[in-house]
C-alpha cells in the first residue's frame, strides 16, 4: 500500500525508514569463505617460471637442441630448456687449450698427445683426430652394419623425470589447489541453499572434507593429463631423426675392435668417479663405453639439433653409466656433398678446411676415417647447453660409428661384456 506523506500516519505505523541510498549494505564474509583463502594462501605456488616448463626434448635450430647421432643404444638429449645448465653456463667462462674449461667446468681429460688431435674450438673444446681409424676398418663396420642390418634409429625423451617432478609441483600447488577449493566451496553453499552472504552458516570442518576429496580427483586428473602430454612429447621425438643404425658389440669384427682400441688409448680412465670394480681392480677404459653403434644417414637423411648429455642421467640414465661425458664419432666414408656435423651455438673456425665454408658456426666436414671429439658434459657430469650439434641432411650418403663414454661403467646390453673385453682386447 502506498501512502502519501502528507498522510502518514506515525503512530500508526512506525517512524519513517531512512532511505536506503544514505548507507550501503554491509557483507559479511562466510567462514566457510575464509577458510578458502587461507587454506589458498597456504598453498599458492609461485608465479610459473620458464624453468617449470623445461622439456629435454628436441628444439629447432632457433631456439636450441644438438648432436649427430643417438639411438636407443643412442638417443638425442634434446632440449632448449635447460635453464639451469645455462644458468650455470653464464659463471665460469675461462677459456684454455690444454686443460681446457667449458662454461660448467673442466671436461674429462684425454691423451693431448695424440697424434693428429687439432682443437677446432675451446670452451668448450671441440677435436677432429686425423686418421683416427684405418681404411680396413672403415669398410669392415660398415659391412659388420650391414650384415647385421639396420633399423630407425630410436629418440628417446631425455629429461623426462625432471619435467613430471616440475609439472606435477605446479599443478598441485597452483590450479589443482585452487580448482579444489572452489569447488567445495560452491558444493557447500549449494548445500546450504545459499544464505546470505554467500552461505555463512556452513561447516569449516565439512569444507575442509570436501576439499580433500576434490584435490585427491583432481590431482588424479592432472597427473594423468601431464602423463599424456609427456607420452605425446616422447612419440613425437621419432621424427628428429631419419636414419638407420646397429651396435657392435661383437669385438671380434678388427673393424670395430680397432675403434675400441684407439678410443680406449684416447681417454684416461682416472677421470671417473668409478675407476674401479667392487673388488679394487683398475677397469679397463672400454668398460665405460657404450657399444660402438654405426649410424647410416641415406640422401636427404638427418639428425635434427639435439644435446647428448641428460640433465637426469643420474635418475634416467643410472643402468647405461650415468651421464654421457664425450661424444666419438668417426666418419667412415667421404662426404662431398652435405652431411657436415654442425654447432650452432658455436662460432665457425678460422682458416681451417675441416670448417664449411662461408659458415656461420662450426660446422665440420666429414673425412673418412677422421674422427670428431666433444664433451656433452663436464667431467663432474654437469650438462654444457653449448654442445648442441646437428647432422645435416646427406646428400650422398653419409655412415658414421659413435662411442659414448659415461661416468661410470657401462654394463651389457648398452656396453660392452668384460668377456668380450677382456679376450678381445
Known amino acids: 500500500m502506498i501512502i502519501p506523506s502528507s498522510a502518514y500516519d506515525e503512530a500508526r505505523y512506525g517512524p519513517p525508514r531512512r532511505p536506503r541510498t544514505a548507507r550501503m549494505r554491509r557483507h559479511v564474509i562466510p567462514p566457510r569463505m575464509v577458510v578458502v583463502l587461507l587454506l589458498a594462501v597456504a598453498v599458492r605456488a609461485p608465479p610459473p617460471s620458464a624453468e617449470a616448463f623445461s622439456f629435454a626434448s628436441l628444439s629447432s635450430s632457433s631456439?636450441?637442441?644438438?648432436?649427430?647421432?643417438?639411438?636407443?643404444?643412442?638417443?638425442?638429449?634434446?632440449?632448449?630448456?635447460?635453464?639451469?645448465?645455462?644458468?650455470?653456463?653464464?659463471?665460469?667462462?675461462?677459456?684454455?687449450?690444454?686443460?681446457?674449461?667449458?662454461?660448467?667446468?673442466?671436461?674429462?681429460?684425454?691423451?693431448?698427445?695424440?697424434?693428429?688431435?687439432?682443437?677446432?674450438?675451446?670452451?668448450?673444446?671441440?677435436?677432429?683426430?686425423?686418421?683416427?681409424?684405418?681404411?680396413?676398418?672403415?669398410?669392415?663396420?660398415?659391412?659388420?652394419?650391414?650384415?647385421?642390418?639396420?633399423?630407425?634409429?630410436p629418440v628417446a625423451y631425455a629429461g623426462w623425470t625432471d619435467d613430471v617432478k616440475d609439472l606435477v609441483g605446479l599443478a598441485a600447488s597452483g590450479p589443482v589447489a585452487w580448482i579444489a577449493l572452489f569447488a567445495a566451496w560452491r558444493e557447500e553453499s549449494a548445500y546450504d541453499g545459499g544464505g546470505e552472504g554467500g552461505g555463512g552458516g556452513g561447516s569449516v570442518p565439512s569444507l575442509v572434507a570436501h576439499a580433500l576429496r576434490n584435490y585427491v580427483v583432481v590431482f588424479a586428473l592432472a597427473v594423468s593429463a601431464i602423463s599424456a602430454f609427456i607420452k605425446h612429447r616422447a612419440d613425437g621425438l621419432g621424427e628428429l631423426r631419419t636414419s638407420t643404425s646397429t651396435t657392435l658389440d661383437d669385438l671380434s669384427r678388427f673393424g670395430a675392435r680397432e675403434f675400441v682400441v684407439r678410443a680406449a688409448e684416447l681417454f684416461d680412465p682416472a677421470s671417473s668417479s668409478s675407476s674401479s670394480s667392487s673388488s679394487g681392480t683398475t677397469m679397463h677404459p672400454a668398460s665405460?663405453?657404450?657399444?660402438?653403434?654405426?649410424?647410416?644417414?641415406?640422401?636427404?637423411?638427418?639428425?635434427?639439433?639435439?644435446?647428448?648429455?641428460?640433465?637426469?642421467?643420474?635418475?634416467?640414465?643410472?643402468?647405461?653409466?650415468?651421464?654421457?661425458?664425450?661424444?666419438?664419432?668417426?666418419?667412415?666414408?667421404?662426404v662431398p656433398h652435405g652431411g657436415t656435423t654442425s654447432f650452432?651455438?658455436?662460432?665457425?673456425?678460422?682458416?681451417?678446411?675441416?670448417?664449411?665454408?662461408?659458415?656461420?658456426?662450426?660446422?665440420?666436414?666429414?673425412?673418412?676415417?677422421?674422427?670428431?671429439?666433444?664433451?656433452?658434459?663436464?667431467?663432474?657430469?654437469?650438462?654444457?647447453?653449448?654442445?648442441?650439434?646437428?647432422?645435416?641432411?646427406?646428400?650422398?650418403?653419409?655412415?658414421?660409428?659413435?662411442?659414448?663414454?659415461?661416468?661410470?661403467?657401462?654394463?651389457?646390453?648398452?656396453?660392452?661384456?668384460?668377456?668380450?673385453?677382456?679376450?678381445?682386447l
Open 63 to 153: 631456439s636450441s637442441s644438438s648432436s649427430s647421432s643417438s639411438s636407443v643404444v643412442g638417443r638425442p638429449r634434446t632440449s632448449p630448456t635447460t635453464l639451469r645448465a645455462a644458468a650455470r653456463a653464464t659463471t665460469t667462462t675461462t677459456t684454455t687449450t690444454t686443460t681446457a674449461r667449458t662454461a660448467t667446468g673442466r671436461r674429462m681429460p684425454i691423451n693431448e698427445d695424440r697424434p693428429g688431435l687439432r682443437l677446432l674450438h675451446s670452451d668448450p673444446d671441440v677435436y677432429v683426430i686425423e686418421n683416427f681409424v684405418s681404411d680396413a676398418a672403415c669398410d669392415d663396420m660398415i659391412r659388420a652394419a650391414l650384415e647385421r642390418g639396420t633399423t630407425r634409429s
Open 288 to 334: 665405460y663405453f657404450e657399444a660402438p653403434t654405426v649410424i647410416r644417414y641415406e640422401t636427404g637423411q638427418a639428425l635434427a639439433p639435439h644435446f647428448d648429455a641428460n640433465r637426469s642421467a643420474n635418475v634416467e640414465d643410472a643402468n647405461r653409466g650415468g651421464q654421457t661425458l664425450s661424444t666419438l664419432i668417426v666418419y667412415l666414408n667421404d
Open 344 to 424: 650452432p651455438r658455436l662460432p665457425p673456425a678460422i682458416d681451417d678446411d675441416r670448417q664449411v665454408a662461408g659458415g656461420t658456426c662450426l660446422e665440420i666436414v666429414p673425412r673418412r676415417g677422421d674422427a670428431l671429439l666433444f664433451f656433452p658434459a663436464d667431467a663432474n657430469g654437469i650438462f654444457d647447453d653449448r654442445t648442441e650439434h646437428e647432422g645435416r641432411p646427406a646428400v650422398d650418403g653419409k655412415w658414421i660409428a659413435r662411442i659414448w663414454r659415461h661416468a661410470h661403467r657401462v654394463p651389457p646390453p648398452f656396453g660392452l661384456s668384460d668377456s668380450s673385453i677382456r679376450e678381445h
